[in-house]
């Protein structure tokens, strides 16, 4: 079992940066690749980047590549989400979740989820 607990959000500026981290319970973090996902009103869940269990491959969505980083802490058993270069359409509510492997881009292949985190980013 994997608990997961999302915080960093907040209401930004266009342009600005944050940070949002996903600390987990557990002592099989670090087996589990880890991902971030998002969504907007009226909108489905998106995939954003995901990193595999060992650090050593990430992966982001097109619309992210360049402004956002996945990175992972397995001895604070934590992921973190760096966004720069914030946009208006970056406004969603992220969610991590934790995998034991798959399609890192499909929600489905993701067995535990946090809450969510909401990121609103004004123009």
């Known amino acids: 079992q994997v608990q997961l607990v999302e915080s960093g959000g907040g209401l930004v500026q266009a342009g600005d940066s944050l940070r949002l981290s996903c600390a987990a319970s557990g002592r099989t973090f670090s087996s589990y690749d880890m991902g971030w996902f998002r969504q907007a009103p009226g909108n489905q869940r998106e995939f954003v980047a995901a990193?595999?269990?060992?650090?050593?491959?990430?992966y982001y969505a097109d619309s992210v590549k360049g402004r956002f980083t996945i990175s992972r802490d397995n001895a604070k058993i934590t992921v973190y989400l760096q966004m720069n270069s914030l946009k208006p359409e970056d406004t969603a509510v992220y969610y991590c979740a934790a995998s034991r492997g798959g399609v890192y881009w499909r929600p489905v292949e993701y067995d535990y989820w946090g809450q969510g985190t909401q990121v609103t980013v004004s123009s």
């Open positions: 990193i595999k269990w060992s650090g050593g491959k990430t």
